[in-house]
């Protein structure tokens, strides 16, 4: 079944990773996972690590690692600000295991309540998310 299709656009610090039309978009937010349709309320939410997946028909979906960041749907058109977005096939595995080996290591050092360790449990939180969209 054909939907209705709205504009979708996925931005990072580095540019713009994609800007399209869309039959679909799922994300996941703070507040747990969502589906966007053509037609849905206004909204604008906090986003997790997650996979980002946005439907360009039920059959052609493109996919990306995604960091945390912003969602903002008005009048037909979304906008993911998110820190990265990758597609699966351009993460490197070995990089992200140690990225993340070393994020639990900071954490493992870090002093209760501080900032790095905060940082270092979200980067924990994005390297566990983009190792999972990888495989």
Known sequence: MTRTRFS???????????????????????AGSIGILAGHE??????????????RSEAEIVRFAQAEGYLQ??????????EEAIAPEKLDRGTFE???SDARGVADRAQEGSEELAR??????????FLSVGQ
Do not use: H
């Not at 979708?8 to 679909?24: K, Q, Y």
């Not at 008005?74 to 998110?82: D, P, Q, S």
């Not at 270092?120 to 998310?129: G, K, P, V």
């Open 8 to 30: 979708a656009e996925v931005l990072t610090p580095e540019g713009e990773v994609f800007s399209e039309e869309v039959e679909m978009l799922s994300t996941r937010t703070a």
């Open 42 to 55: 206004p909204m604008l939410a906090m986003l997790e690590p997650t996979e980002l997946r946005l439907y």
């Open 73 to 82: 749907f008005a009048e037909n058109r979304a906008l993911v600000l998110v």
């Open 98 to 100: 140690t990225k993340l």
């Open 120 to 129: 270092a449990l979200r980067d924990i939180r994005r390297y566990e998310a």
